[in-house]
């Protein structure tokens, strides 16, 4: 099985919005609504943010949010902030497993 | 309030074995999912496999098929990971992780502090 697949890293200024995407197949993405997003600052645990395609846990600021459209989910961070500046990794449920993407590194200019 | 504290860092030889623990407190221990995943320096996430606490099965990444064993002691709410036949590529942070709710299988949302496994000869 190979990593779902992410851009390496995208940036934007304070205030933009930036959209990451996460590209599966229809094994993954595609056939279930089980895709989950973490945020990962380096040197530490990541950080979950979305699960299943569009929730956020308790705490997550409403700028973070989630789609998916066929085998493609994507993670919108809107009104960047500073602090956003991490290392964004997907994941989906396929076939009584888990797969990760690659991670994507934001950095806010 | 919810802990996972993983075993200290490890060093190894090529052809060896590691056993990392984690041990649970804060929540029922059989009650979670545990996940197993890794991250090589400077790389992404990988998924090892998962275990359930109370009946000890597991499910594997096709890629450690033979090489992994999760398990776990309901007495001391740990879980293990044990990998064998160690190789270079190996190096990298181990993490255990628990899913968000009893109902699921996925989302992970407490995570342990992660172990450093070294395979260096």
């Known amino acids: 099985q190979s990593a779902l697949t992410q851009p390496p890293s995208v940036s934007g200024s304070p205030g933009q919005s930036v959209t990451i995407s996460c590209t599966g197949t229809s094994s993954d993405i595609g056939s279930y609504n089980r895709v989950s997003w973490y945020q990962q600052t380096p040197g530490t645990a990541p950080k979950l943010i979305i699960y299943?395609?569009?929730n956020r846990p308790s705490g997550v600021p409403d700028r973070f949010s989630g789609s998916k459209s066929g085998n493609t989910a994507s993670l919108t961070i809107s009104g960047l902030q500073p602090e956003d500046e991490a290392d964004y990794h997907c994941s989906s449920y396929t076939s009584s497993s888990t797969m990760f993407g690659g991670g994507t590194k934001l950095t806010v200019l | 309030q919810v802990q996972l504290v993983q075993s200290g860092a490890e060093v190894k030889k090529p052809g060896a074995s590691v056993k990392v623990s984690c041990k649970a407190s804060g929540f029922t221990f059989t009650d979670y999912y545990m996940h197993w995943v890794r991250q090589a320096p400077g790389q992404g996430l990988e998924w090892m496999g998962i275990?359930?606490?109370?009946?000890?099965?597991?499910g594997y990444a096709q890629k450690f098929q033979g090489r992994v064993t999760m398990t776990r002691d309901t007495s001391t709410s740990t879980v293990y990971m044990e990998l064998s036949s160690l190789r270079s590529e190996d190096t990298a942070v181990y993490y255990c992780?628990?899913?968000?709710?009893?109902?699921?299988?996925?989302?992970?949302?407490?995570w342990g502090q992660g172990t450093l496994v070294t395979v260096s000869s």
């Open positions: 299943e395609v569009s």
């Open positions: 275990i359930n606490p109370s009946s000890g099965s597991t």
């Open positions: 992780a628990r899913v968000r709710t009893r109902f699921t299988d996925m989302d992970l949302d407490y």
